[in-house]
């Protein structure tokens, strides 16, 4: 009886540890990344580029693949450089200025008979692009995105933000710097590290 007894001791002191040490390295693992992981949401991004997927943050040679504009990517945790993402059955990295996570939050909502049913997605309240763009940069910024102008210096998202989808882009990497071609239809802007450092007119 006593062996019994010790034996069952043991047992539940080892699933307590065991409980205890999984439920320790997922709170680490949040609070590394500052994305909690919550039941009720699902957590996307879009693409707001053509953006490339690393397999390693801190070797920009280590390309998967490249994630077309548009995509919907499953966001899994977001630094503050970089979202670590899922797309197409491959987890890596890609640069957070590239893509706009979207939280679609599932409402639990009452009807009059008191029960409870699954809501449609929480819907986010529709703006001007005007302010869009005054929330995103501030006033100033904004208005010179809004007009369609370029200048050095900006960040490609803020180039799109103002001229649109290029109808090409070509990139080259050489070591950590990452250069790209944005062709337009007149136009051909030059990016290093998705950073607007020049441009040329072109024919028709």
């Known amino acids: 009886m006593k062996k019994y007894f010790l034996s069952g001791i043991f047992i539940f002191l080892l699933s307590a540890f065991y409980s205890n040490a999984i439920n320790t390295d997922t709170s680490q693992w949040q609070d590394e990344y500052n994305f909690p992981d919550q039941q009720d949401k699902i957590a996307t991004a879009i693409c707001n580029s053509a953006t490339r997927l690393f397999k390693d943050k801190n070797d920009l040679t280590s390309v998967i693949m490249v994630i077309p504009a548009s995509s919907t990517v499953e966001v899994i945790a977001a630094d503050s ?7 197409e059955g491959n987890r890596g ?10 939280k679609e939050v599932k409402a639990v909502q009452s009807d009059a008979e008191g029960y409870l049913r699954t809501g449609r997605t929480v819907q986010r309240t529709k703006v001007s692009r005007m302010e869009y763009l005054e929330n995103k940069y501030g006033t100033s910024v904004a208005r010179r995105v809004y007009e369609g102008k370029i200048w050095k210096g900006m960040k490609a ?16 990497i050489n070591g950590n ?15 290093e590290n998705y950073r607007l450092f020049g441009w ?5």
């Open 81 to 87: 450089a970089f979202l670590i993402v899922n797309y």
């Open 157 to 172: 998202e803020m180039v799109k933000d103002s001229w649109g989808s290029p109808l090409k882009i070509t990139s080259r």
């Open 93 to 102: 990295y890609i640069n957070s200025e590239h893509a706009e996570i979207k």
């Open 200 to 204: 040329k007119q072109t024919k028709d």
């Open 177 to 191: 710097i990452i250069k790209e071609e944005w062709f337009y239809r007149n136009t051909t802007l030059y990016f």
